[in-house]
């Protein structure tokens, strides 16, 4: 056990050490090459992302570069990748992982309604009138005649989430989880579930923090950014219970797309609250659920040549 402890601290050492010393290179020498380029809050196809080429060259190099490494790592440990959870996972707990997501958001609304904060709003003013106060007024104009010919823009809204989530989540799960619910996970896990979960999540939430910062915004935005990074190392915990439990990355994969898809919907549907408020809202109900996950972990962990020899 305890060669088995340091080939895992050591194999996690490495990858942090490579991935992150190559993020960190890339954006000291965007910042070096020419002044950042800020973010869209929010943009309707890949084209407008584009045309922010410094930003989305970053965000793609940083989407792209912890599952290659991964896999040319493996390759190097001669190391299988179902040791690290790519694998189709037992009944049908992936369709119920966007509906988990959908909660997560839902308890976000429900407690800023319950605390005072907002409003309930199911007509998407919120999000008219943030957009105005933001002086993005050509968006706010495109939002308000989006959501005028649309019948329903909130449950369209969650609707387009949850298959968002769970198509692209499934389809792209080696590319979301394979680092960090795959490799480093799986090395570390004999540290015990609750100090792993937390410490991967911490990790895979800093990952984008380089991003942040090639993204110039208002204090307020960057603040909200910060704390929605912050959910995300929460949501970590649940990301991992879904691999123990299920001995598979593809239900927590399409668990953090549903989540990331659905972020707007405490904004859209709640009136007279900031994006802060609803981002810290949303970072209490993934906390409750982090919270249940850590206090009802799953019943055993395995370690991964057992799963390896299941997966045969």
């Not at 584009?50 to 493996?74: D, H, V």
């Not at 799960?173 to 937390?198: D, K, M, Q, V």
């Given at each position: 056990?305890?060669?088995?402890?340091?080939?895992?601290?050591?194999?996690?050492?490495?990858?942090?050490?490579?991935?992150?010393?190559?993020?960190?290179?890339?954006?000291?020498?965007?910042?070096?090459?020419?002044?950042?380029?800020?973010?869209?809050?929010?943009?309707?196809?890949?084209?407008?992302?584009?045309?922010f080429r410094p930003w989305f060259?970053?965000?793609?190099?940083?989407?792209?570069?912890?599952?290659?490494?991964?896999?040319?790592?493996?390759?190097?440990?001669?190391?299988?990748?179902?040791?690290?959870?790519?694998?189709?996972?037992?009944g049908l707990i992936v369709l119920?992982?966007?509906?988990?997501?959908?909660?997560?958001?839902?308890?976000?609304?429900?407690?800023?309604?319950?605390?005072?904060?907002?409003?309930?709003?199911?007509?998407?003013?919120?999000?008219?009138?943030?957009?105005?106060?933001?002086?993005?007024?050509?968006?706010?104009?495109?939002?308000?005649?989006?959501?005028?010919?649309?019948?329903?823009?909130?449950?369209?809204?969650?609707?387009?989430?949850?298959?968002?989530?769970?198509?692209?989540?499934?389809?792209?799960?080696?590319?979301?989880?394979?680092?960090?619910?795959?490799?480093?996970?799986?090395?570390?896990?004999?540290?015990?579930?609750?100090?792993?979960?937390?410490?991967?999540?911490?990790?895979?939430?800093?990952?984008?923090?380089?991003?942040?910062?090639?993204?110039?915004?208002?204090?307020?935005?960057?603040?909200?950014?910060?704390?929605?990074?912050?959910?995300?190392?929460?949501?970590?915990?649940?990301?991992?219970?879904?691999?123990?439990?299920?001995?598979?990355?593809?239900?927590?994969?399409?668990?953090?797309?549903?989540?990331?898809?659905?972020?707007?919907?405490?904004?859209?549907?709640?009136?007279?609250?900031?994006?802060?408020?609803?981002?810290?809202?949303?970072?209490?109900?993934?906390?409750?659920?982090?919270?249940?996950?850590?206090?009802?972990?799953?019943?055993?962990?395995?370690?991964?040549?057992?799963?390896?020899?299941?997966?045969?």
């Amino acid at each position: 056990m305890g060669s088995r402890k340091q080939v895992g601290f050591h194999r996690a050492l490495i990858f942090c050490v490579i991935a992150f010393t190559l993020a960190w290179a890339a954006t000291l020498g965007m910042r070096l090459i020419g002044a950042p380029l800020p973010a869209p809050n929010r943009y309707r196809s890949i084209l407008d992302a584009m045309s922010f080429r410094p930003w989305f060259a970053l965000c793609a190099f940083a989407a792209l570069l912890p599952p290659a490494l991964a896999i040319i790592l493996a390759g190097r440990w001669e190391t299988r990748i179902t040791e690290w959870g790519l694998r189709t996972p037992r009944g049908l707990i992936v369709l119920l992982a966007p509906m988990v997501a959908l909660a997560i958001q839902l308890t976000a609304i429900a407690l800023t309604v319950g605390s005072g904060i907002g409003r309930f709003d199911a007509t998407g003013t919120a999000q008219i009138e943030r957009l105005t106060e933001q002086k993005e007024y050509t968006d706010a104009w495109e939002t308000e005649y989006e959501l005028q010919s649309t019948m329903n823009p909130a449950l369209r809204r969650m609707v387009v989430g949850v298959i968002a989530g769970l198509v692209i989540g499934a389809a792209a799960s080696p590319i979301i989880e394979i680092a960090w619910r795959g490799l480093l996970y799986t090395e570390l896990r004999w540290i015990g579930f609750a100090r792993c979960s937390l410490l991967v999540g911490v990790l895979a939430a800093a990952w984008w923090v380089p991003c942040l910062i090639m993204a110039p915004m208002a204090g307020a935005q960057t603040l909200t950014a910060g704390v929605r990074l912050a959910a995300l190392a929460l949501l970590g915990v649940p990301l991992a219970w879904l691999r123990e439990a299920t001995r598979s990355i593809i239900p927590g994969a399409v668990l953090v797309t549903s989540w990331v898809a659905l972020l707007e919907l405490p904004p859209m549907m709640v009136l007279d609250a900031s994006d802060l408020q609803t981002a810290l809202t949303t970072f209490t109900a993934t906390g409750l659920l982090a919270g249940v996950a850590l206090m009802r972990p799953p019943a055993a962990i395995r370690e991964p040549d057992e799963e390896a020899q299941e997966g045969e």
